[in-house]
């Protein structure tokens, strides 16, 4: 009996990804796999169902995930197509339990086995399977250039027959995956480019870049390689050094989070009444709530001549391309448990175990577990 995927068509407001692809598709047919797709399930990343060779297609979700073995998503998926899923089977998706208490419980409760894409843990060997950076590059990218043809400048020095123009000024804050690639993608286009994080140690990839990373003498590293939260004093301490760099550029460019907090204000009131004429901050922490006090999550506001854009869900802006690394992401996690045609999942390997958030009737997260079932 072949294993059989059940791919869902996603349902959520600015959500045009799809968590499968043709490539894909073909890989996971050789291991043994059957593919069943929501019909339509890749239009809003630009794939038509006949781009998939050899999968059958089905409108009604909840009959398509009644008898499959893995059910894959980019979103979390409805409580009733959850309902509708065998006990036992798989699910392949990012959830966010503390915003999703109910379908925590509800997967708890239905014995489902799930995967969430933003527990997979950043260890080397995951590299392969980790879709927040795969997706977090793509929102880089995107942010640079949404920041770079929002303002009425040019980024490059250029010289022309009347003179030259200077090279405009990108600030980055918050160099994780996605600062980095706003940093790569603001070097590609010939901007004069500023780093600034609270983990000290991404001062050497900052300036491997070719940018300036802005030193203010605070460590905020935390557990595993993300960064904590800051105390008043260090706030303030930061603030002295930060303004004058944000009140010069021309771009700034946000990413900063804290894993299961709301994104910390890195840009306040007074900083952005001080900015240039015409200058344009970038928020890409706009789900979390936003890295900056004006920030309104998915709108662009005008606050005198400075305007502050927080787009959400920006990987989806690129859903092509997002969709076939994250496709290409779960495939890799796929692979770790599904040989000739069978399921066999080892819970001793480690990213396996630590990407779990629900198995057997039980929350296996740690901090999932407080958030959802209380301490
Ligand atoms: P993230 O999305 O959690 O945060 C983005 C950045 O914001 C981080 O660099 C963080 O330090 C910064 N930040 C938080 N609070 C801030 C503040 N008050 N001021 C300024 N900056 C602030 O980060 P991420 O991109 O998910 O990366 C988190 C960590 O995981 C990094 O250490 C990264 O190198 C690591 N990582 C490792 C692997 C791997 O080895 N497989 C893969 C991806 C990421």
Same mark, same amino acid.
């Given at each position: 009996m072949p294993v059989k995927i059940a791919v869902l068509k996603e349902t959520r407001a600015n959500e045009r990804r799809v968590a499968m692809v043709p490539a894909v598709a073909d890989k996971l047919a050789k291991l043994g796999c059957e593919i069943h797709m929501q019909a339509g399930a890749g239009i809003a990343s630009r794939i038509p169902d006949e781009a998939f060779k050899k999968i059958t297609t089905a409108a009604n979700p909840q009959g398509l995930v009644s008898d499959a073995d893995i059910v894959v998503s980019v979103q979390p998926p409805a409580a009733d197509v959850v309902n509708a899923m065998k006990e036992?089977?798989?699910?392949?998706? /990012?959830?966010?339990a503390h915003k999703e208490p109910?379908?925590?419980?509800?997967?708890?409760?239905?014995?489902?086995?799930?995967? #969430?894409?933003?527990?997979? *843990?950043r260890i080397t060997r995951a590299q392969a399977m980790d879709a927040l950076s795969s997706q977090a590059a793509l929102a880089g990218y995107y942010g640079a250039l949404l920041g770079a043809t929002s303002i009425a400048r040019m980024m490059p020095m250029t010289t022309f027959a009347t003179g030259s123009i200077r090279p405009g000024t990108i600030l980055v804050m918050g160099v994780g995956v996605a600062g980095l690639s706003a940093i790569a993608t603001a070097r590609r286009? +010939?901007?004069?480019?500023?780093?600034?994080? %609270?983990? *000290?140690? %991404?001062?050497?990839?900052?300036?491997?870049?070719? #940018?300036? /990373?802005?030193?203010? +003498?605070?460590?905020?590293?935390?557990? +595993?390689?993300? #960064?904590?939260?800051l105390t008043q004093e260090e706030k303030d301490k930061i603030a002295a050094v930060v303004t004058k760099h944000i009140q010069a550029a021309d771009i700034i460019i946000t990413t900063a989070a804290i894993p299961g907090r709301p994104s910390p204000k890195l840009i306040s009131k007074a900083q952005v009444d001080g900015m240039k004429n015409g200058a344009v901050i970038i928020d890409l922490a706009a789900d979390g709530g936003g890295n900056c006090e004006y920030t309104q999550p998915g709108q662009s506001v005008q606050v005198g001549q400075v305007t502050i854009n927080a787009p959400l869900n920006v990987p989806s802006l690129l859903a092509e391309h997002a969709s076939e690394l994250y496709a290409k992401n779960q495939y890799n996690l796929?692979?770790?448990?599904? !040989?000739?045609?069978?399921?066999?999942?080892?819970?001793?390997?480690?990213?396996?175990?630590?990407?779990?958030?629900?198995? +057997?009737?039980?929350? !296996?997260?740690?901090? =999932?577990? !407080? =958030?959802?079932?209380?301490?």
């Open positions: 036992g089977s798989i699910l392949l998706s /990012f959830v966010y109910e379908l925590t419980k509800l997967l708890r409760d239905k014995r489902i086995t799930t995967l #969430a894409m933003e527990l997979v *843990p286009i +010939g901007a004069k480019v500023e780093g600034y994080d %609270v983990r *000290p140690e %991404v001062k050497e990839q900052v300036e491997s870049l070719g #940018a300036k /990373f802005i030193d203010t +003498g605070v460590d905020a590293r935390g557990e +595993g390689g993300y #960064a904590r939260e796929i692979e770790l448990f599904v !040989k000739d045609g069978a399921i066999n999942i080892d819970w001793t390997d480690e990213v396996l175990a630590k990407s779990a958030l629900t198995h +057997g009737g039980e929350i !296996k997260n740690e901090a =999932a577990k !407080k =958030a959802v079932e209380g301490a």
